[in-house]
């Protein structure tokens, strides 16, 4: 089946520093990824739409100068978190979107979680 | 606003008793629907959409149109099910199907 992968899986960083995430499809084209972040015990929150080849869609209330996507390719979504501070930790996602046989399918990535100090 | 509600955060059961987890929408399309588990550790991964009227590890799911709802069943729980379930349709937003996800019920399998 369709895999999505992530890296890093874990990282912890100073606050202040930027932390890039990829999500990547490993066997699929993606034209669309989805970018989650999940506080602990919680629900997955929808961040942004990254589209491939144009700018990401971001929900309301994600700051997007803070949250950089880029989707450079059909299957390569990065998210960079920019100037992190311990706020921002949490378990961030990646799905993406895939149409096979008419069906349309999420892959998740299985997550990467972001700690700053 | 178009939301999905899943009210019981927790549900916690016996094995071999019968397990709904709740989930009801607000839209007034067609949307479709899905529930996703994620397992203690483990990635998110699709468990079944009513699309394909299938039924995953026992689990079924019927979409109730008039009561915008979207249950998950189980008549017999097992320990292994222990598991956050995401009830998850795809609604219309700004013209795209984007993915919406409820907050998640906690299923608790006791022995």
């Known amino acids: 089946g369709a895999v999505v992968s992530q890296h890093p899986s874990w990282v912890i960083c100073k606050s202040g520093t930027s932390v890039k995430i990829e999500c990547r499809s490993l066997?699929?084209?993606?034209?669309?990824m989805f970018w989650y972040r999940q506080f602990p015990k919680q629900s997955l929150m929808l961040m942004a739409t990254s589209n491939e080849g144009s700018k990401a869609t971001y929900e309301q209330g994600v700051e997007k100068d803070k949250f950089l996507i880029n989707h450079a390719s059909l299957t390569l979504s990065t998210l960079t978190v920019t100037s992190a501070h311990p706020e921002d930790s949490s378990f961030y996602i990646c799905s993406a979107h895939s149409v096979w046989n008419s069906t349309d399918t999420q892959y998740f990535g299985p997550g990467t979680r972001l700690t700053v100090l | 606003a178009q939301r999905v509600t899943q009210p019981e955060k927790l549900l916690s059961v016996f094995k071999g008793a019968p397990v709904e987890l709740k989930c009801n929408y607000s839209y007034s399309g067609s949307p479709e629907l899905f529930w996703y588990v994620q397992y203690s550790r483990q990635r998110l991964q699709l468990l079944l959409r009513h699309i394909s009227r299938e039924s995953i590890k026992g689990f079924t799911a019927d979409l109730n149109k008039g009561e915008t709802s979207f249950h998950l069943k189980k008549p017999f729980a097992q320990e292994e099910d222990s598991a956050m379930y995401y009830c998850?349709?795809?609604?219309?937003?700004?013209?795209?199907?984007?993915?919406?996800f409820g907050r998640g019920t906690s299923l608790i399998v006791h022995p």
């Open positions: 066997d699929f084209q993606a034209t669309t």
């Open positions: 998850a349709p795809l609604l219309l937003s700004g013209g795209s199907y984007i993915p919406t």
